[in-house]
Nanobody, 126 residues
Framework: VQLQAFGGGLVQTGGSLRLSCAAS????????MGWFRQAPGKEREFVAG????????SYADSVKGRFTISRDNAKNTVYLQMNSLKPEDTAVYYC????????????????????WGQGTQVTVSS
């Protein structure tokens, strides 16, 4: 599946952004999805994940209470609503798909995801 992430930009501390990730195939609705981010000089890290049906979500501790992941399978799209943004949220954000059979657990490591979007830059100014 091909993924395209968009919605990044420059925002002040405390601001909000909504990222979107559009998938090219209807099979998207059967995949768990994840958002990751990578800041300069750092490894790619898990941000949030969502089950194929949207009923189960998982978040990194650093974004809990501020970010919300959701999906619209009719639109083949997954979203990341980011509120109360901080300078440390500055990174390139990537969406990724896990097409393996659902086990009931959202995977939080990058190698577990098989398809990646091109990334969208989020910059939070202090």
């Amino acid at each position: 599946v091909q993924l395209q992430a968009f919605g990044g930009g420059l925002v002040q501390t405390g601001g909000s952004l909504r990222l979107s990730c559009a998938a090219s195939e209807r099979t998207f609705s059967t995949y768990a999805m994840g958002w990751f981010r990578q800041a300069p000089g750092k490894e790619r890290e898990f941000v949030a994940g969502i089950s194929w049906g949207g009923g189960i979500t998982s978040y990194a501790d650093s974004v809990k209470g501020r970010f919300t992941i959701s999906r619209d399978n009719a639109k083949n799209t997954v979203y990341l609503q980011m509120n109360s943004l901080k300078p440390e949220d500055t990174a390139v954000y990537y969406c990724a798909a896990d097409p393996t059979p659902w086990t009931g657990i959202i995977k939080t490591t990058a190698p577990a995801y098989h398809s990646w979007g091109q990334g969208t830059q989020v910059t939070v100014s202090s």
